[in-house]
């Protein structure tokens, strides 16, 4: 466990360290994550290494998210005046995204295995 | 003991991390409990209700934003070497992920197009203020990768923050069930929408319907952390809505 931490930590941390060197708009954790992708495919051992410890903490994942959550207190006042608009916002581009993404998958998937040589 | 001697744990107990780190785990460890027991009812995400709860005690007990992060910043961290290790499940899905590159990243370009703008446009018919449109846009990508987009625009972080977890838990509760409905059927397929539409929390979903579900829905979230962070500052800016 405390080597896979050690791993993630590392590989977040030459994120980090690109996206400052560099200028990059993308964050640190999303660079690191392609660097630690290509490291496994290079190195298949470090995949299976990490398998178990990394499935671990992805199935806490949601547990992350609150501390973020929480700070709703600090914007009462804006949620309360404008509710209206946020709520539909939120709830119509949910129901569009998810619908708009699966189907253009859907599409581009079918065009593309229609033209593929069999 | 005296009540007295009571405050004065209370005080120093308040003051120090290790109360606010312990109250976040375990509400989310009894809030996870009560959403087992009652068969995953959507209305019962583990991540609401433990909001409603601490949120709740802060109020309570007249605790600041900033006393309590101070504890929970611990859980707070974790989302990075969290996002790295979605190489992971995506790395034990190559194989699936070669054979459908093309339209994932149709999927991925018209996802976050529409997750922004939509919620873009919505707002601003109903009379949203600037402020809201900006931390709204980028409600759709992760937590901290959302907050980093918002603040270079010039809007709030912290309210960017909620949003992304209102949409995260909105996307997980309706996601299955609308995919379902339009008779969307490849876990790939589903996972990708999901975690486009609603990052991490959408991905903790996702992995419960299949490991091959969870990797894609983790895959569409890092590739909307990129996609979006190129894309939304010029566009939004192109919109006149930031500087």
């Known amino acids: 466990m405390l080597r896979t931490l050690a791993v993630l930590l590392g590989f977040q941390l030459a994120g980090e360290f690109l996206t400052q060197l560099l200028g990059l708009p993308i964050p640190g954790p999303v660079i690191g994550m392609a660097l630690l992708f290509a490291s496994m495919s290079v190195l298949p051992a470090l995949a299976s290494a990490l398998r178990d410890t990394a499935t671990e903490l992805l199935q806490h994942l949601s547990l992350l998210f609150v501390p973020a959550g929480v700070g709703v207190m600090l914007h009462v006042h804006r949620v309360a005046d404008e509710w209206v608009a946020i709520v539909t916002a939120l709830v119509g581009s949910a129901v569009l995204t998810i619908v708009l993404t699966a189907f253009a998958i859907r599409m581009c998937a079918r065009w593309w295995t229609a033209r593929q040589p069999r | 003991m005296t009540p007295h001697r009571l405050t004065e744990i209370w005080v120093y ?159 997980a509760v309706i996601g299955p069930a609308l995919l379902d409905l339009i008779r969307v059927k490849d876990p790939a397929t589903r996972g990708f929408a999901i975690g486009t539409a609603s990052h991490g929390i959408g991905t903790a979903r996702a992995f419960q319907e299949s490991e091959e579900a969870g990797a894609f829905s983790g895959l569409a979230m890092g590739l909307n952390a990129l996609a979006s962070s190129i894309l939304l500052p010029p566009l939004l800016r192109g919109l006149g809505l930031a500087a």
Request: with cysteine; glycine share 6%; proline share 7%.
């Open chain 2, 13 to 171: 107990l308040s003051a120090s991390p290790l109360l606010h780190l312990s109250l976040t785990v375990v509400a989310y460890l009894i809030a996870d409990w009560l959403y087992q027991r009652a068969g995953r009812h959507p209305l019962l995400h583990p991540v609401l209700i433990s909001i409603v709860v601490l949120v709740s005690a802060l109020t309570a007990t007249g605790t600041e934003y900033s006393t309590y992060f101070e504890g929970a910043q611990f859980v707070h961290f974790l989302l990075g070497p969290a996002t790295v290790a979605l190489a992971v499940p995506l790395y034990f899905n190559f194989s699936k992920l070669r054979q459908l590159w093309l339209p994932l990243t149709a999927g991925l370009l018209c996802g976050a197009l529409t997750a922004a703008l939509s919620a873009v446009a919505i707002a601003w018919l109903l009379h949203a203020s600037p402020q809201t449109l900006l931390a709204l846009a980028p409600k759709s990508v992760t937590a901290p990768v959302a907050m980093a987009i918002t603040e270079k625009l010039g809007g709030p972080p912290s309210l960017s923050a909620i949003l992304v977890v209102s949409t995260g838990i909105l996307g």
